[in-house]
DNA sequence: GTTGCAAACGATAACGATTCTCAATATAGA
DNA sequence: TCTATATTGAGAATCGTTATCGTTTGCAAC
């Protein structure tokens, strides 16, 4: 249950939080901005300050529930953290998002840092490209 | 000399634009934000406006003589566009910015990319840790 | 070397995203 | 149920960045 995981997280179950969380799991694009989620509750009947929206996403990260992405697009995005880790490739004609992960890349990395003197404890790679989803190839003009 | 490089890259020759790409070539640090540029040009008795160091910044990444950087730490930062590519370690606890390149993992990348279905036409990967320099490690507290 | 005019400048207003403030309200434990 | 404390929502404030606009400059034709 929802209530359970903001427990866990040492949250108190509050209604804009259960909201929000419910949210992030059962919506169909799993990165989204704080305006994105605001809108979305708003058009669901559920009005939340866009303040607390963005309260709520900064203690659930801090709390693990989830993770913030700084795409080249500008806005920060969020997404819930299930699953294993995770990169992404950001179609730069429609915006689709999609994950992937690579063994070599990951393992590569941690090479590099090593090398370089470094104590790892996080990475960011995006790819950038035209994906070929049919929707995208359309809009081309 | 700067001023050929600003003729070539098809931009008018002004005073602004010469201390501007004169800084950025000569600065110890490669990587800067916009207020820092500002901020050393003022320093160095040369007042520009803010504006025009954002516009300035604009049109010579447009003209392809810088790239522009989102580390987490979330400002932009620039940094002229010589040599070849590279990526990015910074050290979040000094804020030590150094370069790599990889063969494999700029490989793997492309795979990814082809595999996915995208025309992959740009990526930003940056490693965030500690890093070992004794500037850093005596600052550890 | 002047002149003319588009381009660029600087100051400052405006902007979008995010954070802060504070009075009102809801949560969780006694 | 009662109380102490955390959270909320509305809006102000902040931060980095961009737009506006009157003035100045670069530069090419004279
Ligand atoms: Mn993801
Ligand atoms: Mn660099
Ligand atoms: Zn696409
Ligand atoms: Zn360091």
């Known amino acids: 249950m ?3 995981e903001l427990r866990n997280a040492g949250l108190k179950v509050t ?4 909201k929000i969380l419910t949210l992030l799991e059962n919506a169909t694009e799993r ?3 704080a305006e994105t989620i605001y809108r979305l509750l708003a058009e ?3 009005v939340i300050g866009l303040a607390t929206v963005y309260r709520a996403l900064a203690q659930f990260e801090a709390a693990g529930l989830i993770t913030r992405h700084h795409f ?3 806005q ?4 819930l953290e299930r699953g294993p880790h995770h990169d992404h490739i ?3 004609r429609c915006g689709r998002v999609e994950e992937f992960y690579d063994k070599v890349i990951e393992e590569r990395q941690r090479e590099i840092a090593a090398s370089l003197g470094y104590k790892l404890s996080d990475h960011a790679l995006t790819l950038y490209g035209e994906c070929n989803s049919p929707d995208c190839l359309a809009g081309k003009g």
């Open 2 to 4: 929802d209530s359970d």
């Open 15 to 18: 209604t804009p939080r259960l």
């Open 31 to 33: 990165h989204m901005t």
């Open 44 to 46: 669901g009947g559920e």
């Open 72 to 74: 080249d697009s500008g």
């Open 76 to 79: 920060t995005v969020y997404e």
């Open 90 to 92: 950001v179609c730069i």
